[in-house]
Nanobody, 123 residues
Framework: VQLQASGGGSAQAGGSLRLSCAAS????????MAWFRQAPGSEREFVAA????????IYTDSVKGRFTISRDRIKGTVFLQMNSLRPEDTAVYLC?????????????????WGQGTLVTVSS
């Protein structure tokens, strides 16, 4: 499975960005998917995950109510809509796919990783 993340860039605090993660056609249709992020000098942290059919989503507390993860199974794409951005959201965002249909919040759940896309939020 090859994943390609895009949509990163610069935004002002309070602004919005939408990230996309594209995979080989239908390659992730039965996989749990997630977004993680890694700020300079910090460990990779969980942001959001979605199960294979899109019926269940989970979020880390700091993004609840601001970020929304969704997926298009036909197109093999996962999205992360990020609203009300804060400077502390600045990081490289990486999408990941799991062999598990349910996904989860643990790094070890995910076997396939994209290259990441940089999000910079200024105050």
């Amino acid at each position: 499975v090859q994943l390609q993340a895009s949509g990163g860039g610069s935004a002002q605090a309070g602004g919005s960005l939408r990230l996309s993660c594209a995979a080989s056609k239908r390659a992730i249709s039965n996989n749990g998917m997630a977004w993680f992020r890694q700020a300079p000098g910090s460990e990779r942290e969980f942001v959001a995950a979605i199960n294979w059919i899109g019926s269940t989503t989970i979020y880390t507390d700091s993004v609840k109510g601001r970020f929304t993860i969704s997926r298009d199974r036909i197109k093999g794409t996962v999205f992360l809509q990020m609203n009300s951005l804060r400077p502390e959201d600045t990081a490289v965002y990486l999408c990941a796919a799991s062999r598990s249909a349910s996904g989860g919040s643990s790094l070890s759940t995910y076997q396939y990783w994209g290259q990441g896309t940089l999000v910079t939020v200024s105050s």
